[in-house]
C-alpha cells in the first residue's frame, strides 16, 4: 500500500502562490484586503495548533474530552454563523446553537452509532473529523440562511416567503456539491482514502455516506433555526 507523501514547508509555500495573487487583485481593485488577509493568517494559525490539538485529543481517547471538544464546535460554528447578521447576533444566538446542535447533533449520532457503529462510541479518529464535517456545513447553512432571511424580512416579505426563500437559497451549496460529486469534484473524505489505498468501491461508500450527512444535517439546522427565529423577528419587526 502507499503511503501519504509528507508535504515541506518549502513546497507548501508554493501552495499559497494562487492566494497571495487573490490578495492582489484585492488590493488593485481597491476592495476590502484585510478582511481576506485575516481570514488566511487565522486558517494558518488555526491549523497549524489543530495538529498539536488532534495529536492530544487522539492519544488521551478520553469521552470526556470528545463531549467538551463536540461542545465548542456547537458553540463556535453557531457564533460564526450569525457574522451574517451582526446587528441581530446576541439576539439570535440562542436559535443558532440549538438548531446546529439538534440538527448537527441528530445526524451526528445516526451516523457514528448507527451507520458506523464506533467502538468506543467516543472513537477520536472518527468522532472528530465528522463531527466537524457535520458542524461545519450546518453553521455554513444556517449563515446563509439567516442573511437571507433577514434581507427578505427587510424588503417587507412576509415571514413565510422569506423563510422559504432562505430555506432554498441555504441550500443550493449543498445540492450544487451533490450534482457535483464524481463528476466534477472528488471530495475531500474520498480523495483522502483513495491516495491511503483503501479500494474506490470503499471509498465511495464512504462519500456516499458523508454526501447524505452534510445534506442532512444542514438541511435539518437550517430548517430548525428559520422555525425557531420566527417570533423572534415577529417582535423585532412589529
Avoid at 1 to 30: C, G, H, K, Y
Avoid at 130 to 158: D, Q, T, Y
Avoid at 163 to 169: D, L, T
Avoid at 217 to 233: D, H, I, N, P, R
Amino acid at each position: 500500500m502507499d503511503t501519504i507523501e509528507t508535504i515541506s514547508l518549502s513546497n507548501l509555500a508554493l501552495a499559497l502562490i494562487p492566494a497571495l495573487l487573490v490578495l492582489l487583485i484585492f488590493a488593485r481593485w481597491s476592495l476590502n484586503v484585510v478582511h481576506p488577509v485575516y481570514a488566511l493568517m487565522r486558517m494558518l494559525t488555526q491549523l497549524a495548533l489543530v495538529g498539536y490539538a488532534l495529536a492530544f485529543i487522539f492519544a488521551a481517547e478520553n469521552s470526556h474530552i470528545i463531549l467538551l471538544v463536540l461542545c465548542i464546535m456547537c458553540f463556535a460554528s453557531s457564533w460564526i454563523a450569525l457574522s451574517t447578521v451582526k446587528e441581530l447576533r446576541l439576539t439570535l444566538y440562542k436559535y443558532a446553537f440549538l438548531a446546529i446542535t439538534i440538527g448537527g447533533g441528530f445526524t451526528l449520532l445516526l451516523i457514528t452509532q448507527g451507520t458506523l457503529h464506533l467502538t468506543p462510541w467516543f472513537a477520536p479518529h472518527y468522532m472528530v473529523p465528522i463531527a466537524g464535517m457535520v458542524f461545519a456545513n450546518s453553521m455554513n447553512s444556517v449563515s446563509l440562511s439567516a442573511e437571507r432571511l433577514h434581507s427578505e424580512l427587510l424588503n417587507k416579505h412576509s415571514y413565510i416567503e422569506a423563510r422559504n426563500i432562505a430555506f432554498q437559497a441555504a441550500m443550493i451549496p449543498v445540492i450544487n456539491s451533490l450534482f457535483a460529486v464524481g463528476l466534477v469534484s472528488l471530495p475531500g473524505m474520498m480523495t483522502g482514502q483513495i491516495l491511503s489505498g483503501i479500494s474506490p468501491f470503499i471509498a465511495a461508500r464512504y462519500q456516499i455516506m458523508v454526501m447524505a450527512m452534510i445534506f442532512g444535517s444542514s438541511g435539518l439546522s437550517t430548517a430548525l433555526y428559520l422555525s425557531f427565529v420566527k417570533y423572534s423577528y415577529a417582535r423585532h419587526f412589529s
